[in-house]
């Protein structure tokens, strides 16, 4: 059976990292843990698992991902986060997959819980993710919503299962993130060039709560879907409206 690392990042996750450690001890060969020197009791829960726990200062995401990629001692890793768990469904697809042999890379359907509602609309479900392969293949990049790169394309596998998503559990949580990576956004818009008009600030919010709740048939979900199609509209109002100042202070800057 083929060998697999398992690397998670983390920072303040002790309402989430026991669940997702004891969902890959099933899978993992070894569990590699890169800490941003957490405050809560998360290094103390990871310590109660057999795992390699590194700790290392918060420069970005991608940054974060490959420091801990480089502390794995196999080849293939599975890149999880702290929020998110392995179904049984997935659980058996992993290990059959190891017991076959590892190939190319494998993309995995992710389920996200909303204040414990899981989310099957909205343009949530299935929500594929990349989260195996061989990390001398490819490097995250990206400050925020981080992709990986690859040399050559790998062959894509999309395995049986869910990987839940206990993403947010309160409405205050969702505020805190949205105003969190608007920041990480307008910042990589900044050095891309990118800007704000007085018209895309009108039109793309709205258009944004459109999609979402009609285009990709939020209402299905009912009061939640409701509340994730105006909340992702008010992240683009804000993430406009940031850049839009930023240019602004540039501008005025030469």
């Not at 999880?80 to 290990?95: F, N, T, V």
């Not at 690859?150 to 409405?171: A, C, M, N, Q, S």
Request: glycine share 6%; charged share 30%.
């Amino acid at each position: 059976m083929d060998k697999l690392s398992v690397v998670i990042i983390t920072h303040n996750e002790e309402s989430n990292i026991g669940r997702c450690l004891d969902s890959v001890a099933k899978v993992a060969d070894e569990i590699v843990v890169v800490d941003a020197y957490s405050t809560d009791k998360t290094e103390e829960i990871c310590r109660q698992f057999c795992v390699r726990f590194y700790q290392r200062e918060w420069d970005d995401f991608s940054s974060q991902k490959n420091y801990a990629n480089e502390r794995a001692s196999y080849d293939y890793v599975l890149s999880i986060d702290a929020d998110e768990a392995l179904s049984e469904e997935l659980i058996r697809s992993i290990l059959q997959e190891k017991s076959i042999g590892l190939h190319g890379a494998y993309w995995f359907n992710r389920l996200t819980y909303f204040c414990g509602y899981p989310v099957r609309h909205c343009g949530w479900y299935p929500d594929r993710k990349l989260r195996i392969w061989d990390k001398n293949e490819a490097r995250w990049s990206g400050l925020v919503h981080e992709e990986l790169k690859f040399g050559e394309k790998p062959k894509k596998t999309v395995l049986d299962g869910d990987l839940f998503h206990y993403t947010i559990e309160r409405l205050d949580q969702q505020v805190e993130k949205i105003m969190r990576y608007t920041n990480y956004r307008v910042e990589t818009a900044l050095k891309n060039g990118k800007r704000a008009t007085l018209a895309t600030l009108l039109l793309k919010p709205m258009f944004k709560f459109f999609k979402i709740y009609v285009l990709k048939a939020g209402f299905l979900d009912g009061f939640v879907g409701f509340l994730i199609a105006r909340n992702s509209a008010f992240s683009r109002f804000l993430y406009l409206s940031k850049l839009r100042i930023e240019q602004n202070k540039v501008k005025e800057n030469g």
